[in-house]
């Protein structure tokens, strides 16, 4: 299985900081790799697919890219709306897996 | 829009049969390229994909659940369906449906509200 090795597990930022979170694939998965934020309660909303690609309605604050088979999440000027946690997905290959998970909070 | 709503059985004893539906409106199974994802998680934890069927009838299983998965479709009632033998306390989380679709890309974008399954005697 491919393992998606996600960090940090947890983070503390303040509004308008940039955040910037990894998910490191144990292979290639070319650009196979999704985004997600959750909050309390709810279930994932998608923010990026395609490892790079802004799903709809998702605000431009939020931008993937890749660099070889490490990816990341950012937020450009961190929102009080954006608090949650955030998980990366591989669809590369079965079975899909996910990230660990990274709980922003509010410094 | 679409839409996804899951609907299982709330509380079962361990080793019986969990059997979940998946509900959606807004797109069809039966439509190249559709598909419906199964996702689990339990409380205070991560998720982690359990299967995918496609408009096809191809399937798809995490073997970590050693053959204990069965999912299924009823294209004209879009709906989706799972099911988990043999369950017991571990399988406790809440169940999510997913619409997955691939074009060019492969996304799994629309996510239903959950269902929360509770094992136990």
């Known amino acids: 299985d491919i393992q998606l090795t996600q960090s940090p597990a947890s983070l503390s930022a303040s509004p308008d900081e940039i955040v910037t979170i990894t998910c490191q694939a144990s292979?290639?998965?070319?650009?196979?790799l999704l985004w997600y934020q959750q909050k309390p309660g709810k279930s994932p909303q998608l923010l990026i697919y395609s490892a790079t690609i802004l799903a709809d309605g998702v605000p431009s604050r939020f931008s993937g890219s890749r660099s070889g088979t490490q990816y990341s999440l950012k937020i450009s000027r961190l929102q009080v709306e954006d608090i949650g946690t955030y998980y990366c997905?591989?669809?590369?290959?079965?079975?899909?897996?996910f990230g660990a998970g990274t709980k922003l909070e509010l410094k | 829009q679409v839409t996804l709503k899951e609907s299982g059985p709330g509380i079962l004893q361990p080793s019986q049969t969990l059997s979940l539906t998946c509900t959606f409106s807004g797109f069809s199974l039966s439509t190249y390229g559709m598909g419906v994802g199964w996702i689990r998680q339990p409380s205070g934890k991560g998720l982690e994909w359990l299967a995918n069927i496609w408009w096809d009838d191809d399937k798809y299983y995490n073997p970590s659940l050693k053959n204990r998965l069965t999912i299924s479709k009823d294209t004209s009632n879009n709906q989706a369906f799972l099911k988990i033998t043999n369950v017991d306390t571990a399988d406790t989380a809440t169940y999510y449906c997913a619409r997955a679709y691939v074009a060019y890309y492969y996304v799994m974008d629309a996510w239903g509200q959950g269902a929360s399954v509770t094992v136990s005697s």
């Open positions: 997905l591989q669809v590369s290959s079965s079975p899909h897996t």
């Open positions: 292979q290639d998965i070319g650009s196979s």
